[in-house]
């Protein structure tokens, strides 16, 4: 069926939104087959965000382990600091394409936002950015770097302050400017064509870690390893893979304080089916399908679904989803930034956690990639505050 | 018949056009919400909605959140809520409508809710983030249940009002403005070829809702439909008060008001 994967997926919005998600899905389906629109993103990706990103081989990482070869997708090398941008050109070329003068997002670690405010500045549109009031605190770096790139940055004060409310007031936003706005939305969640058209603008992260491996190690990797919010550097890496069956898929969920404390992120830990954002989706919620507050230290993981297609993948078993604890995500922060120099995104070091313990369990001629999503200057401040130093 | 369309069949006949009030289910307290649903009826309301509180309500503005809010915090759950029914089905006899987000029902069980909604004595669910493409998995076991789904149209619709009206029964929910609920000083859309257009595609009585607040503007679009729906503006009120009774008080002179704002109708 259209639009779902499986039984995940859809579309559950208020009317005055559908003629405008039918028209996206149009625009975005022409899109894609229009040499000249692919042309201009490719363009993009390579001149303005520096595409191929390096895969690199972590050889300290790596060694120090004593197992699995590990390398890193270098994500965090991209022109904002992460992944983000692959999907904001993408969908801002598209916006342009359908002659919408005003953008709109919603972020959570700031990431996303930032992109969005680069994009909107670089071709010249309005732009507004919806954010939680809690991850404003955590991310004021990120906050202000939206404002120099001249977008407006607006405080969501509803439910728990963070990624899920400023999605809230985002999709409430566009509702209410549907006709002038176009809402680019930050990973493959929400109501169709979103989660698909937000693979297709991250697939290049897995279509060129596939050819990078290919050339370095004349074969596919055994493991991928990606971390896993709403899922869209995840979905990105994974996708060009997914009929390989013998690369493993490992999405890292956020397991926060534990998942038996209740203070997590891990969808997959203690979540079941249900709708949020206009997908149905596995949602961590109570028994009357009202959402639950989730926590972790990485405010992009800080989210209570999960892509409807990582859902699928989840259920007919093709990829395998863990955690990872906000205290195995420091320590591979503090990891990787003192022996391979890479200062790695809170988000992204919950992926290399997941790597640090799967390598030593695994032969040393076994592969894993690690997609890493973004850089982690945004995260010194809480990392600093974390280990009790005043900067 | 149907309660909903047995009050439509009434208004008609007596050249009369639908008050719809609502009223958010636990908001200040289960008890106030079944006496509300009274002072309401005797006020004058002919339906009324009974909002399930949801903790992400995507189509709801500052006001009906922060009652929902409200609500969730008084700990009210949907055996409750079916309780409120069920005492305001005792004491009342005007027709009740659900408002509810899909993933309530779904967590809940469709079908255990239909079950029990049907036995609390709702008359109709309406589902904001239900466009036409999901209601197949609810559709069927609602008619079976006697309950009727309400379809809302968009001023955005447009050719897709043919396909949310066909079959449709009870009322139409027609939304005035693009938006969340709320209330508003002036609703911008040309009322007048946005209801003729739906009036192309139906008979069924289409009341118009968000952000309507006061008599004045029931005044100024009572003429293009045949219903009004008042949210927010009666969450206002009621917001205003902390003791019960001067609540319930205000409450029923308010949608008096409203009331009055409906009279005098040319047919």
Same mark, same amino acid.
């Given at each position: 069926?259209?639009?779902?994967?499986?039984?995940?997926?859809?579309?559950?919005?208020?009317?005055?939104?559908?003629?405008?998600?039918?028209?996206?899905?149009?625009?975005?389906?022409?899109?894609?087959?229009?040499?000249?629109?692919?042309?201009?993103?490719?363009?993009?990706?390579?001149?303005?965000?520096?595409?191929?990103?390096?895969?690199?081989?972590?050889?300290?990482?790596? #060694?120090?382990?004593?197992?699995?070869?590990?390398?890193?997708?270098?994500?965090?090398?991209?022109?904002?600091?992460?992944?983000?941008?692959?999907?904001?050109?993408? #969908?801002?070329?598209?916006?342009?394409?359908?002659?919408?003068? $005003?953008?709109?997002?919603?972020?959570?670690?700031?990431?996303?936002?930032?992109?969005?405010?680069?994009?909107?500045?670089?071709?010249?549109?309005?732009?507004?950015?919806?954010?939680?009031?809690?991850?404003?605190?955590?991310?004021?770096?990120?906050?202000?770097?939206?404002?120099?790139?001249?977008?407006?940055?607006?405080?969501?004060?509803?439910?728990?302050?963070?990624?899920?409310?400023?999605?809230?007031?985002?999709? $409430?936003?566009?509702?209410?400017?549907?006709?002038?706005?176009?809402?680019?939305?930050?990973?493959?969640?929400?109501? %169709?064509?979103?989660?698909?058209?937000?693979?297709?603008? #991250?697939?290049?992260?897995?279509?060129?870690?596939?050819?990078?491996?290919?050339?370095?190690?004349?074969?596919?990797?055994?493991?991928?390893?990606?971390?896993?919010?709403?899922?869209?550097?995840?979905?990105?890496?994974?996708?060009?893979?997914?009929?390989?069956?013998?690369?493993?898929?490992?999405?890292?969920?956020?397991?926060?304080?534990?998942?038996?404390?209740?203070? %997590?992120?891990?969808?997959?830990?203690?979540?079941?089916?249900?709708?949020? %954002?206009?997908?149905?989706?596995?949602?961590?919620?109570?028994?009357?399908? #009202?959402?639950?507050?989730?926590?972790?230290?990485?405010?992009?993981?800080?989210?209570?679904?999960?892509?409807?297609? %990582?859902?699928?993948?989840?259920?007919?078993?093709?990829?395998?989803?863990?955690?990872?604890?906000?205290?195995?995500?420091?320590?591979?922060?503090?990891?990787?930034?003192?022996?391979?120099?890479?200062?790695?995104?809170?988000?992204?070091?919950?992926?290399?956690?997941?790597?640090?313990?799967?390598?030593?369990?695994?032969?040393?001629?076994?592969?894993?990639?690690?997609?890493?999503?973004?850089?982690?200057?945004?995260?010194?401040?809480?990392?600093?505050?974390?280990?009790?130093?005043?900067? | 018949?149907?309660?909903?369309?047995?009050?439509?069949?009434?208004?008609?006949?007596?050249?009369?056009?639908?008050?719809?009030?609502?009223?958010?289910?636990?908001?200040?307290?289960?008890?106030?919400?079944?006496?509300?649903?009274?002072?309401?009826?005797?006020?004058?309301?002919?339906?009324?909605? @009974?909002?399930?509180?949801?903790?992400?309500?995507?189509?709801?503005?500052?006001?009906?959140?922060? !009652?929902?809010?409200?609500?969730?915090?008084?700990?009210?759950?949907?055996?409750?809520?079916?309780?409120?029914?069920?005492?305001?089905?005792?004491?009342?006899?005007?027709?009740?409508?659900?408002?509810?987000?899909?993933?309530? @029902?779904?967590?809940?069980?469709?079908?255990?809710?239909?079950?029990?909604?049907?036995?609390?004595?709702?008359?109709?669910?309406? @589902?904001?983030?239900?466009?036409?493409?999901?209601?197949?998995?609810?559709?069927?076991?609602?008619?079976?249940?006697?309950?009727?789904? @309400?379809?809302?149209?968009?001023?955005?619709?447009?050719?897709?009002?043919?396909?949310?009206?066909?079959?449709?029964?009870?009322?139409?929910?027609?939304?005035?403005?693009?938006?969340?609920?709320?209330?508003?000083?002036?609703?911008?859309?040309?009322?007048?070829?946005?209801?003729?257009?739906?009036?192309?595609?139906?008979?069924?009585?289409?009341?118009?809702?968000?952000?309507?607040?006061?008599?004045?503007?029931?005044?100024?679009?009572?003429?293009?439909?045949?219903?009004?729906?008042?949210?927010?503006?009666?969450?206002?009120?009621?917001?205003?008060?902390?003791?019960?009774?001067?609540?319930?008080?205000?409450?029923?002179?308010?949608? !008096?008001?409203?009331?009055?704002?409906?009279?005098?109708?040319?047919?």
């Amino acid at each position: 069926m259209k639009g779902r994967f499986g039984k995940f997926g859809g579309q559950y919005v208020p009317e005055t939104l559908m003629n405008a998600l039918i028209e996206l899905e149009d625009e975005f389906e022409n899109a894609m087959k229009d040499e000249e629109f692919l042309k201009t993103y490719r363009y993009y990706l390579k001149e303005y965000s520096g595409r191929p990103t390096p895969l690199y081989y972590a050889e300290n990482l790596t #060694q120090t382990l004593g197992g699995a070869k590990i390398y890193l997708k270098r994500e965090d090398l991209n022109h904002t600091g992460a992944h983000k941008i692959n999907n904001v050109l993408g #969908q801002i070329l598209l916006a342009k394409r359908m002659g919408k003068k $005003r953008v709109i997002a919603e972020t959570g670690a700031g990431q996303h936002g930032v992109a969005t405010a680069t994009g909107a500045a670089k071709f010249g549109m309005e732009c507004e950015i919806f954010m939680g009031e809690e991850d404003i605190r955590r991310q004021s770096l990120n906050v202000f770097k939206m404002k120099l790139l001249g977008a407006k940055v607006t405080p969501v004060k509803t439910g728990t302050q963070t990624l899920k409310d400023a999605v809230n007031e985002a999709i $409430r936003n566009w509702v209410s400017n549907v006709d002038t706005t176009f809402y680019i939305m930050g990973s493959v969640v929400g109501p %169709h064509p979103y989660p698909t058209m937000v693979r297709d603008f #991250q697939r290049v992260i897995g279509d060129e870690a596939r050819s990078q491996i290919l050339e370095k190690e004349g074969r596919l990797p055994d493991y991928i390893v990606a971390c896993v919010g709403g899922g869209s550097n995840s979905m990105g890496i994974f996708y060009p893979f997914i009929e390989d069956k013998d690369v493993q898929l490992i999405g890292v969920e956020a397991g926060g304080m534990g998942i038996e404390s209740g203070k %997590h992120a891990a969808t997959f830990y203690g979540g079941s089916t249900g709708v949020l %954002h206009g997908m149905m989706t596995y949602i961590l919620q109570d028994e009357e399908g #009202q959402i639950l507050p989730v926590y972790s230290i990485s405010a992009g993981l800080d989210y209570p679904g999960v892509g409807p297609e %990582h859902a699928y993948l989840k259920e007919s078993g093709r990829a395998k989803y863990v955690y990872a604890t906000d205290k195995a995500a420091l320590d591979a922060f503090m990891t990787l930034s003192k022996i391979e120099g890479i200062i790695p995104a809170l988000e992204s070091a919950h992926a290399v956690a997941h790597a640090m313990k799967l390598a030593p369990t695994l032969d040393k001629d076994k592969i894993i990639i690690v997609n890493l999503s973004g850089r982690g200057d945004k995260d010194v401040d809480i990392v600093s505050k974390f280990m009790g130093v005043k900067l | 018949m149907n309660s909903i369309n047995e009050k439509f069949s009434y208004l008609k006949t007596n050249r009369q056009k639908a008050l719809i009030t609502f009223i958010t289910a636990g908001d200040p307290d289960a008890g106030t919400t079944v006496k509300a649903i009274k002072s309401m009826e005797k006020a004058g309301a002919d339906i009324i909605e @009974i909002g399930i509180p949801y903790s992400d309500p995507l189509a709801d503005g500052p006001t009906i959140q922060a !009652s929902s809010t409200r609500a969730l915090k008084m700990g009210i759950k949907i055996p409750d809520i079916m309780d409120i029914v069920k005492k305001a089905r005792k004491i009342s006899e005007v027709p009740l409508v659900f408002l509810v987000y899909y993933n309530s @029902i779904f967590k809940y069980g469709i079908e255990k809710f239909l079950e029990e909604s049907s036995k609390a004595g709702i008359d109709g669910i309406i @589902i904001p983030d239900l466009p036409i493409e999901e209601r197949a998995g609810i559709s069927d076991l609602m008619s079976k249940k006697g309950i009727i789904l @309400i379809p809302l149209v968009a001023p955005t619709s447009r050719e897709r009002i043919r396909a949310i009206v066909e079959n449709a029964d009870g009322f139409v929910y027609c939304v005035s403005v693009n938006g969340v609920t709320g209330t508003r000083e002036k609703i911008g859309t040309d009322l007048k070829s946005y209801m003729n257009t739906i009036a192309q595609f139906t008979d069924v009585p289409r009341a118009l809702g968000f952000g309507i607040s006061s008599a004045a503007m029931i005044r100024e679009v009572k003429d293009y439909c045949d219903g009004v729906i008042v949210g927010s503006a009666i969450i206002n009120v009621m917001s205003q008060f902390e003791d019960k009774d001067e609540m319930l008080e205000n409450l029923k002179k308010f949608v !008096s008001e409203l009331k009055d704002g409906l009279s005098e109708v040319k047919i």
